[in-house]
């Protein structure tokens, strides 16, 4: 009997010390996990941000989006004051938009009157027409360092018949006597609005930002905690207007489904402040 | 397995360090640099500091950013947790979670001639006794051709 006892004594003892062992080493492996999925998620995610907002061709404008509608901000400077620039924090929101290069140059084909609203360009690249105009894109035209809406896609160009016609926006015409023939040489570069917003913990990218084009994304990482991460910088509590040449975000991950045990530091805060790269701004207008 | 938390957490840290010090590479690349203005401060240099060297070592200037700030904030640029992310509306039930470390952001930016200027950042950390460094450099032109 005191042979079964001591046994059984024994036994427990190494049960207990073996439940002990495996339960940290499950906690740890846990805690490594979470530590290295909201990593993996803030890799990722900034340098999608990064690289594609460094080429952004206009001013930062917020975005609220809700569920169902995608609508600009409307932001003021707030108190709180960014350790990185000093600069002041604008409100924020769960969205931003900026325009891109989509296409160009591509060269005017037919000559356009200062009155001329509907310009033709030669859209071919190598045989193929990379580029399609969509209402809502702007045109620069830098021999005239003018900017352009496109309003209507009068003829959409296609791979046998590349040429296209676009409307502007300036009812009033182009402006200038652009001429086309020997010598003459008026190319055209086309910009398109794209976002980034953050919904139910999903980073998204929105190629093209436009009509209902808006509701089609990427994800780009999930996981993603902050509700509000994106603001722009102020130079003061009291300035009335950003100028939109610098994206705050703090953008907030932790692994939700694979690690989720809320490991104390399992969070990741990536804290970043992004300007255009292209000095100066391509286009002026946010529109 | 303590060995591999440190190292996942520091490889972390790591890459905040390293989109600290890309925010500065990317203000000194934005800021407007035309002939005939004045040098933008952020690109301003300084003869160096005592006698003349022959030969003469090149006109630079560091700066340093590590603010003091009020407790528990930890001193320096703070990597990690967002103190400003906490407003309701802003922050979720995983906000502070994650354990704030101060850095030591410091800016080298060195002149190579008129148009020219090479920049040098680098983000220092500590993180359990040890010291960890991220950097990154670049070189500056006018935007004048």
């Not at chain 1, 040449?245 to 104390?264: C, H, I, K, P, V």
């Not at chain 2, 930016?109 to 990154?136: A, C, H």
Request: hydrophobic share 40%; glycine share 6%; proline share 7%.
């Amino acid at each position: 009997m005191v042979e079964l006892l001591a046994a059984a004594a024994v036994f427990g003892s190494i049960t207990v010390a073996l439940m002990l062992y495996t339960s940290t080493s499950a906690r740890m492996v846990g805690r490594n996990l979470a530590t290295n999925h909201s990593h993996e998620n803030i890799r990722v995610a900034s340098q999608r941000i990064m690289d594609t907002l460094h080429d952004a061709a206009s001013p930062f404008v917020l975005v609220n989006f809700d569920g169902t509608n995608y609508s600009d901000a409307t932001t003021s400077a707030t108190a709180d004051v960014d350790l990185y620039t000093s600069r002041n924090i604008g409100t924020r929101a769960n969205g931003v938009r900026f325009y891109l290069l989509a296409g160009g140059p591509y060269k005017l084909t037919q000559t356009a009157l200062p009155t001329t609203t509907d310009l033709r360009f030669d859209f071919s690249s190598g045989g193929q027409v990379p580029y399609q105009p969509i209402v809502g894109d702007r045109i620069v035209i830098p021999l005239i360092s003018r900017e352009f809406q496109i309003t209507m896609v009068v003829t959409a160009p296609t791979p046998s018949a590349p040429t296209g016609v676009v409307r502007i926006n300036d009812t009033n015409g182009v402006g200038f006597q652009l001429t086309v023939g020997t010598g003459n040489c008026t190319p055209a570069y086309f910009y398109r609005k794209s976002a980034f917003t953050v919904y139910q913990n999903q980073l998204r990218f929105h190629k093209t930002f436009e009509g209902a084009a808006k509701a089609d994304f990427i994800v780009v990482r999930n996981d993603i905690t902050s509700p509000k991460p994106f603001g722009l910088l102020y130079d003061s509590a009291t300035a009335p207007s950003s100028d939109g040449r610098q994206l705050r975000m703090s953008l907030e991950t932790t692994d939700g489904s694979y690690s989720n045990r809320a490991f104390g530091s399992s969070t990741t805060t990536l804290v970043g402040v992004v300007p255009q790269r292209t000095l100066p701004l391509q286009l002026n207008s946010t529109d | 397995m303590n060995m591999l938390n440190r190292r996942a957490f520091t490889s972390r840290l790591e890459t905040l360090a390293l989109t600290l010090a890309q925010q500065k590479i990317d203000d000194v690349l934005a800021v407007p640099w035309q002939m005939g203005q004045p040098t933008p401060t952020l690109l301003q240099t300084l003869p160096p500091p005592g006698p003349a060297t022959v030969p003469p070592t090149a006109d630079f200037k560091v700066t340093v950013e590590n603010p003091t700030n009020t407790p528990p904030l930890p001193s320096g640029l703070p990597l990690g947790n967002d103190d400003l992310n906490n407003a309701t509306g802003l922050s979720s039930a995983f906000t502070k979670q994650d354990f704030q470390v101060g850095a030591v952001r410091t800016t080298t930016v060195t002149k190579i001639n008129d148009r020219m200027v090479r920049i040098l950042v680098s983000v220092t950390f500590n993180y359990r006794g040890l010291s960890y460094s991220v950097s990154l450099r670049t070189l500056r032109a006018i935007d004048s051709i």
